[in-house]
């Protein structure tokens, strides 16, 4: 079994080749720089740049061994660090301490990804900075619409249904696709002209289950009748969250992941506007479980993927045009994500943070400000790292997980800060 067996599951081998290659800046050497070092090591980042100054919180490394990471530590340098060739060899910048100097370097020089990531006590704070927006292709959405373009029904998709549906004196063993589309294509055939409604389609369903399974209460006409609303006309509309990724597709990026994501939507862009697409998105090639027969279902995703392929050939076409570097691997994750694209904005620069927390008020926000004025000017003791190290470990894991989901560019990270109040055990998150 692969040593990261069960992540493997959750982001795959690109998201891991991500994880493997990334060099990680973490500015700091307290507690929670080590706690969040830890987090990032333990999946599998291998490249790490400690930052020391000699405002740090004392060390807590006595749980582990970095030693045996490959932790590469460096003393503050105004000098050095007030350069951004010294910053953009790191996919991701964590932040945990509120040393003056490198709060300056923050605000005067353009970086990688940031994670400010600070704790007083029991509260803390993690905040997303970049100049650019983070294009996330594979946001992993718990419920995912099937793609089974019915209401726009496809040359490629028609000519198979036709041939699934010819002779088939009996629909209960069908899958619940092919019912939707024969109730659809009835109905189309008695109202030429009228736009078709669920009720017609419902009432379609039961009479071809009362005319062709002598009224049997099949799985497949339960299922045909609960996802009746995939078969309705206007249910595949553009989504919001691609329309907001097209407008930001000419953004200036300098993270590589984010140009090409740029490019892939451009590429998109001008897939739209062929006639073969209709207006509509890559078809995903993905079709979900259903009540039928191994043979028919196999038939059924075998049509599906061959036409992704086909939108999939196309779009590498339409990409090669203007950048032959990008995979066709790339290309097809793309294709077949495409639907839940999503941008996200980080705050831009910690100028907007620092407006923000000025401006803002309420019991969070005092908190929130407090927290950030107090890193610059002081530091929890030995025995107060003790004494909150639950906090300092709980804000660690969600700065590593939030890390992990900006350096693979998989789920979609917090938009764009997140406070945490140990007093009330409360968790909030704000958009500045």
């Given at each position: 079994m692969e040593k990261f067996d069960r992540q493997l599951r959750i982001w795959g081998n690109h998201g891991q080749h991500f994880l493997e290659t990334s060099n990680v800046c973490v500015v700091g050497s307290s507690a929670l720089a080590c706690e969040i070092l830890k987090n990032l090591a333990l999946p599998g980042v291998k490249c790490f740049t400690m930052i020391l100054s000699e405002a740090d919180e004392p060390q807590l490394d006595e749980f582990w061994d970095m030693s045996a990471w490959n932790v590469t530590k460096v003393s503050w340098d105004a000098v050095q660090m007030s350069s951004y060739s010294f910053w953009e060899k790191f996919a991701l910048v964590i932040d945990t301490t509120g040393h003056n100097g490198y709060l300056k370097t923050l605000k005067e020089i353009r970086k990688p990804p940031v994670l400010l990531c600070q704790m007083l006590k029991n509260n803390g704070f993690v905040s997303f900075l970049s100049p650019e927006p983070h294009f996330v292709v594979e946001s992993h959405q718990k419920h995912r619409v099937p793609d089974l373009r019915l209401t726009e029904s496809r040359d490629d998709l028609s000519r198979f249904y036709t041939k699934l549906l010819e002779n088939a004196p009996d629909l209960a063993d069908y899958p619940f696709a092919a019912i939707l589309y024969q109730a659809r294509e009835n109905v189309e055939r008695k109202y030429p002209f009228h736009s078709i409604s669920r009720e017609e389609l419902k009432r379609q369903i039961i009479y071809l289950q009362e005319n062709t399974s002598q009224g049997f209460q099949s799985p497949s006409f339960s299922e045909a009748l609960r996802f009746v609303h995939l078969a309705l006309p206007g249910f595949e509309p553009l989504p919001e969250n691609v329309k907001q990724c097209l407008l930001l597709s000419d953004k200036s990026c300098e993270t590589p992941f984010n140009r090409g994501a740029q490019t892939l939507l451009r590429a998109l862009d001008s897939f739209l506007k062929t006639p073969h697409s209709r207006g509509q998105l890559p078809i995903s090639g993905v079709v979900p479980d259903m009540e039928t027969s191994s043979e028919l279902y196999t038939a059924l995703r075998g049509a599906y993927s061959a036409a992704a392929e086909r939108d999939v050939k196309i779009f590498y076409d339409l990409v090669c045009r203007s950048d032959p570097q990008i995979r066709l691997e790339e290309i097809r994750l793309f294709c077949k994500n495409c639907r839940y694209i999503k941008a996200v904005e980080p705050v831009q620069d910690l100028s907007k943070l620092e407006a923000y927390l000025n401006e803002g008020d309420g019991v969070s926000i005092s908190i929130f400000k407090s927290i950030f004025d107090s890193c610059s000017t002081k530091?929890?003791?030995?025995?107060?790292v003790r004494r909150y190290y639950p906090c300092i470990s709980f804000m660690a894991g969600i700065?590593?997980?939030?890390?992990?989901?900006?350096?693979?560019?998989?789920?979609?990270?917090?938009?764009?800060?997140?406070?945490y109040e140990g007093d009330s055990g409360e968790v909030k998150t704000f958009k500045v």
């Open positions: 530091r929890m003791s030995p025995n107060e700065a590593a997980q939030e890390a992990i989901k900006i350096i693979t560019h998989q789920f979609v990270p917090l938009e764009n800060t997140l406070l």
